[in-house]
């Protein structure tokens, strides 16, 4: 069973109707649900009930996108304009989020920026322009509250890759890896918390799926999504050492081997393996616990046959600063400090003492740079996303570097993190921790450009 400690969450969370409130509406003619879209779409997404058999006799109702879990592989140019058209089958209205994209807030897929939801029953068209290149991701963002089948608890979560001209890193295969939990629900021990049952790479267990096949010799390309609610994961692929290309889509300044992977919730890493040990190995979680539960995909090679192996890995740190640069980062334009606490009675998070939607906007001007210190007076490891923009991780515990771009950053209980921001895509913007619980107990914010 997988436990995350849970603040109280039966106490209270952030009601439909305070966020309507502290939404700002924008919406756009061409988003109008009442207006039927006009010609074809580049992408259809459909949202609906769905049964995924993650292993046999194991089977999730859950809600996806095009009958699938998870969604499907999307693909676009950068720069080329796409059309999406949603179609909700559900009877409650959703959202769904362009997760690491700079496109304007009406589409990005957030009520408090002003997207129109897609209602129950019904449906929507948003066009953007895709940008950045590189690993992006799609997911729901509505609220969950204490219905754990809503949100990123469910299977609404797909993998989005922009492309552009070259090919870093040149590898010989591409293999997405999607990791996410299944069957959650509330526990009392001591206080809430939230459990997970089973465990899922590619929505299935391990030993259930089809393994992953590769051929000696190849540089095989693996683009990591951590699409969970809650947890953080550490991978490690048996016999085999990860060459870190991009973190969150982006490319890092001094690729590196490693033989762990740490993604938190949100977090994406692109590394090419090479195949240099035939066999049938284990791609999965450290923890054996939770790779007993699921976590884990077989990777096999030509010819080789047999259950797939597990090594004992050796004890390893991960830090951002492993593929940054060394040079000094210039002084920013202006500097703030967010300081994350639970509440006193334990029931909400907040930033610099208050929990949306009564956190203070950060107020930022077009075109300045801007350092944000998050000092975390928790213990708790929170991988905080802002949307529709991507920032440089100057500072970890103390530990400074550069040329790190990402679009969520953990914060680790007790330390500080430093990040630099730039106010180069106007509009209102949500900044929030991305383990869901976290941010339905108020553990958000906007950011708002000053006129």
Not at 38 to 49: M, Y
Not at 81 to 100: A, I, Q, R, Y
């Amino acid at each position: 069973m997988i436990r995350r400690r849970f603040l109280a969450l039966s106490a209270g969370w952030i009601s439909s109707a305070a966020i309507a409130r502290a939404t700002l509406q924008h919406p756009s003619p061409a988003s109008s649900p009442s207006a039927p879209p006009a010609g074809d779409a580049d992408i259809t997404l459909r949202i609906a009930p769905v049964t995924l058999d993650i292993a046999p006799k194991r089977s999730i109702k859950t809600i996806g996108y095009n009958g699938q879990v998870p969604g499907p592989l999307l693909r676009a140019r950068l720069g080329t304009p796409v059309t999406v058209d949603v179609f909700n089958d559900t009877k409650d209205e959703d959202l769904v989020h362009w997760h690491g994209f700079h496109i304007p807030s009406d589409v990005d897929g957030s009520m408090e920026e002003g997207t129109p939801p897609v209602p129950g029953n019904g449906r929507r068209r948003y066009t953007f322009t895709p940008d950045p290149a590189g690993t992006r991701w799609y997911h729901s963002h509505s609220m969950a509250g204490t219905n754990l089948k809503r949100g990123t608890y469910t299977g609404q979560f797909g993998m989005f890759i922009v492309e552009a001209d070259g090919n870093p890193g040149a590898y010989d295969q591409e293999v997405p890896i999607l990791l996410h939990e299944w069957e959650p629900r509330f526990v009392e021990q001591g206080g809430m918390d939230v459990e997970f049952k089973y465990l899922t790479i590619n929505g299935k267990m391990l030993g259930a799926g089809e393994p992953v096949r590769v051929r000696a010799a190849q540089r095989v390309l693996f683009r990591i999504l951590n699409a969970s609610a809650t947890l953080h994961h550490r991978l490690a692929l048996a016999g085999h050492l990860f060459q870190v290309i991009a973190l969150d889509g982006n490319p890092v300044p001094v690729p590196k081997r490693v033989p762990v992977l740490d993604l938190g919730p949100g977090e994406r890493v692109d590394a090419i393996v090479e195949m240099n040990r035939p066999g049938v190995w284990i791609f999965g979680e450290v923890k054996n616990d939770w790779r007993t539960a699921g976590m884990g995909i077989a990777i096999e090679y030509a010819g080789q046959q047999g259950p797939p192996q597990w090594d004992r890995i050796a004890p390893f740190e991960w830090d951002y600063g492993l593929f940054g640069g060394a040079d000094a980062v210039p002084e920013p334009d202006e500097r703030l400090t967010m300081v994350i606490r639970p509440t006193g009675d334990g029931h909400h998070w907040t930033i610099n003492g208050k929990s949306y939607p009564k956190t203070d906007p950060i107020v930022v001007r077009a075109n300045k740079r801007y350092r944000w210190t998050f000092d975390n007076q928790s213990a708790d490891g929170h991988p905080l996303h802002l949307h529709r923009h991507t920032f440089e991780v100057v500072r970890v515990d103390g530990r400074p570097m550069s040329g790190i771009r990402k679009d969520v950053v953990v914060v680790p209980g007790w330390k500080q993190v430093e990040v630099d921001v730039p106010a180069i895509h106007p509009g209102p913007t949500l900044f929030h921790c991305h383990q869901q619980f976290h941010m339905d107990m108020g553990f958000m914010a906007m950011m708002q450009y000053a006129p």
